[in-house]
């Protein structure tokens, strides 16, 4: 399957800026690097190519990590898609300023193909399918035998696949994931995730027999620095 140059997408929400991308040599960008090269280094015995990124509830930054992961993954030229997984809540069409009528929902369904829905972004290699319509089942349409065959065809075109995934505490949607992913990883917010339930989303993630590759901490202040280890949030 070959993609065709379509509609390149734009980052217009300010709240989810793409560090990666509008400034690839900041202390930011270079903590995503080192992200990235923490996943290539954990897939010793096979490679990590489907990926997952969660939380324990929302406003923790698992969106922005994901969409700023799937940028720094482009940036070796390798081919990615940026799933938005979170049909409930869905942002990456915020993100990139696009509208939402097709997406990841439509292909599951079969609706419409990933070929046909997906879409170019303004980072070369990078490939955008936002959520589509929200659905009234979306634990079941994860469940469901689909949801399998997509995961199967998109890696028959892309060299990584990043699911952006609702909060581990709020739903059952990305325990379903987890359990169809190569790997998953776990943000928290320094200053704000509770502890215990961190650990909770932790046995989530072990339970759903997912390798867990890495726990992201976001809004953490170096102070001899002066930076952020990450930048924004949810």
Do not use: C, W
């Not at 469901?144 to 949607?173: C, G, H, N, R, W």
């Not at 759903?208 to 890495?214: D, E, F, M, W």
Request: charged letters at 25%; glycine letters at 4%.
């Amino acid at each position: 399957m070959a993609f065709k140059r379509k509609k390149t997408v734009r980052t217009t929400d300010p709240a989810r800026k793409l560090i990666a991308t509008l400034d690839p040599k900041s202390p930011i960008s270079e903590q995503y690097r080192t992200i990235r090269t923490n996943i290539q280094y954990s897939s010793i015995d096979k490679e990590l190519r489907v990926i997952m990124v969660t939380s324990t509830g929302p406003g923790e930054g698992k969106s922005t990590t994901a969409a700023n992961l799937a940028v720094v993954f482009a940036q070796l030229g390798k081919k990615v898609l940026l799933v938005d997984a979170d049909l409930r809540k869905p942002t990456a069409h915020r993100t990139f300023g696009v509208n939402n009528l097709f997406g990841f929902t439509t292909v599951l369904t079969k609706q419409a193909t990933l070929e046909k829905t997906v879409l170019d972004t303004e980072e070369k290699d990078l490939y955008l399918l936002t959520s589509g319509p929200v659905p009234p089942n979306p634990a079941e349409l994860l469940s469901s035998k689909f949801m399998e065959q997509f995961i199967e065809e998109a890696k028959e075109v892309f060299d990584y696949v990043i699911f952006d995934t609702p909060p581990l505490l709020a739903v059952a949607d990305p325990q379903i994931i987890a359990n169809k992913v190569d790997a998953s990883i776990f943000v928290v917010y320094s200053g704000k995730t509770e502890i215990d339930k961190a650990t909770k989303a932790k046995e989530l993630l072990v339970n759903a027999q997912s390798k867990l590759v890495g726990v992201v901490l976001n809004n953490k202040e170096v102070k001899d620095n002066d930076y952020y280890y990450y930048y924004g949030s949810k």
